[in-house]
């Protein structure tokens, strides 16, 4: 299989998924508005989606948090 068509993109179902999961930061507990969608388990780097066998389990909401965009960024 190709890097290409191994690769999967964070979709909208991932962070609707994720905000009604967590609501607020989990960290700080800031409102959402101010949040973003992060994975745990990332999609790119070295322990990205191209090192795992069924890189689409990364965009279940399990594999995610709300996070404030300045935690997110860091």
Excluded: W
Excluded at 18 to 44: F, G, M, R, T, Y
Aim: aromatic share 6%; net charge negative.
């Amino acid at each position: 299989m190709s890097e290409s068509s191994k690769r999967v993109n964070r979709t909208d179902k991932f962070c609707s998924s994720v905000k009604k999961k967590d609501v607020n930061c989990v960290l700080s507990n800031i409102d959402p508005i101010q949040c973003e969608c992060a994975h745990i388990v990332p999609l790119n780097g070295d322990y990205g989606q191209l090192n795992y066998e069924n890189p689409e389990i990364l965009n279940n909401p399990a594999n995610g948090m709300l996070l404030s965009k300045e935690l997110h960024y860091l």
